[in-house]
């Protein structure tokens, strides 16, 4: 199967920046499509951003463009989200996942097979 595992999270002020990774292991990475979405208590997860197996098709939400960049190296089997200007409504579980098989990057939830566990990303105001 494959494992995702996200790292970079972490407490930092608002307007400072976080990078975090997403390291996959035991597929084909660059045949899927990788998204990143984010859950804050009792909401339910958003998408944030999305990128297509080749790097190209990338989609954002609205409220995070201009200040979040996704990009993947599949060299690594990794895919990266820098966050620039953070503000507190960042604040949130931030998770990776994979769609295989999908022609564009999906923004639904349902459409990604694996999940990664998540990391904490915390904004201070």
């Known amino acids: 199967q494959v494992q995702l595992v996200e790292s970079g999270g972490g407490l930092v002020q608002a307007g400072g920046s976080l990078r975090l990774s997403c390291a996959a292991s035991g597929g084909t990475f660059s045949t899927y499509a990788m998204g990143w979405f984010r859950q804050a208590p009792g909401k339910e997860r958003e998408f944030v951003a999305a990128i297509g197996w080749s790097g190209g098709n990338i989609y954002y939400l609205d409220s995070v463009k201009g200040r979040f960049t996704i990009s993947r190296d599949n060299a690594k089997n990794t895919v990266y989200l820098q966050m620039n200007s953070l503000k507190s409504e960042d604040t949130a579980v931030y998770y990776c996942?994979?769609?295989?098989?999908?022609?564009?990057?999906?923004?639904?939830?349902?459409?990604?097979?694996?999940w990664g566990q998540g990391t904490q990303v915390t904004v201070s105001s």
């Open positions: 996942a994979a769609a295989p098989g999908a022609g564009l990057p999906p923004v639904l939830p349902r459409h990604y097979s694996w």
